[in-house]
């Protein structure tokens, strides 16, 4: 009898179709609360990371950024963009990108799309950090900014934080309507969904305001005379070097939560504060190590960038998803070799290579 040979180096495979039928199977709203369960899993076990602020590329329409973490048993990566004047040529803002490796050996065993999967993860991170962050009982938003990340930023809160009242408020009225429409067609249970005409109009008497707008410079989509005594703000479009969204008279007032502060420090709001503003860590906060909201009047912020664990997560949980649900395809990134130092004698073997004329 003989052995059927194990092809040890195929790679697990999912482009966007794939994660939009992977998402459709689950339904998004449980993807993003399995998402969500584990991301705070993850965080809660920060010390076991070697972390890392991402390595960027900057241009002046926009930036690419390689975003590496490893565990020590698993090695994953994100390359991403963020081009806010993208749309003008028919592409996305953010698009990405990435892989998940064995540190034992190297073998690649993902390599998946990460447009669709960003949203996703940006928006459970930001329902993580809401849920231990935001006034109990919160059960408005206002989402100012309603391109491709506010779908999933409006799902994930209606699911995970019980948000009914949602306000959109965008420079551009066509996005909220796009958005207002999807919203409709997903059939989410009581959520009321208003275009605004104004920010101040969304804003007023919010108990989250969420920013998630794309513009690459010093933006102040929200100033500090719109604040309001306990609201939680989860800003998450200010992420690069010179690209923020709050006016800085924001910050000293807000106690301010962060993921990862060497590259908050770089990219997000508190870029605008001194090197040493005070800030609190999420994973301590999730891990009981740091309070979180201590008062109905305070105003906290999670001043989101957007940090490589997440990457790492929404990885993993894309490789079992798909591995239960089927979904995907196996290619040969890496030779299926008999002898795995005959690397020339296997590109010999090939077909193709044998069929050009030497
Ligand atoms: N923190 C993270 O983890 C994370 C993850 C993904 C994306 N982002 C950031 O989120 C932002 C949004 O991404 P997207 O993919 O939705 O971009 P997008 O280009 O699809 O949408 C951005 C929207 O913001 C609107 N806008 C711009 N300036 C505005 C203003 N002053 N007030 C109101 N609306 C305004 C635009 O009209 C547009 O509809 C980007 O800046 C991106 O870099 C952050």
Request: charged share 20%.
């Amino acid at each position: 009898m003989t052995a059927t040979r194990i092809n040890h180096a195929r790679t697990l495979f999912l482009d966007t179709p794939d994660v939009a039928r992977l998402l459709g199977l689950l339904g998004l709203p449980a993807a993003l609360r399995l998402l969500t369960d584990r991301l705070r899993m993850e965080y809660l076990r920060w010390p076991d990371f070697d972390k890392a602020a991402r390595i960027a590329t900057y241009s002046p329409q926009g930036v690419i950024e390689l975003m590496p973490i490893t565990d020590g048993h698993a090695y994953s990566f994100k390359c991403v963009n963020g081009h806010p004047g993208n749309g003008a040529v028919g592409l996305p803002t953010v698009m990405a990108m990435g892989a998940l490796l064995d540190c034992d050996t190297g073998r690649v065993r993902l390599l998946s799309e990460l447009t669709l999967t960003t949203a996703l993860r940006t928006a459970a991170t930001s329902a993580l950090a809401a849920q231990a962050l935001a006034r109990p009982g919160s059960r408005s938003m206002a989402l100012i900014g309603n391109g491709a990340q506010s779908d999933f930023q409006a799902i994930a809160f209606h699911a995970l934080l019980g948000i009914r009242d949602l306000r959109l408020y965008d420079v551009d009225r066509s996005a909220s309507v796009r958005l207002q429409r999807n919203l409709a067609a997903s059939g989410l249970d009581r959520l009321q969904v208003r275009v605004c005409d104004s920010l101040a109009q969304a804003v007023r008497g919010a108990d989250v305001v969420t920013t998630v707008t794309a513009w690459q410079g010093a933006a102040r989509v929200l100033t500090a005379d719109l604040l309001e005594p306990g609201v939680h703000l989860n800003a998450v479009g200010g992420d690069s070097p010179g690209k923020t969204e709050l006016d800085p008279a924001i910050l000293p007032r807000a106690s301010v939560f962060v993921e990862f502060p060497p590259q908050t420090r770089k990219e997000g709001e508190i870029q605008q504060m001194a090197a040493d503003f005070p800030v609190t860590e999420l994973w301590q906060v999730l891990a009981g190590q740091a309070p979180g909201r201590v008062d109905e009047r305070q105003v906290t912020l999670f001043d989101s960038v957007g940090f490589a664990l997440e990457d790492y997560c929404a990885l993993s949980f894309l490789q079992a998803a798909a591995t239960q649900h089927g979904v995907g395809r196996w290619v040969e990134i890496v030779p299926d070799q008999d002898d795995p130092r005959d690397l020339y004698g296997w590109m010999l073997a090939r077909e193709r290579f044998a069929s050009v004329p030497a």
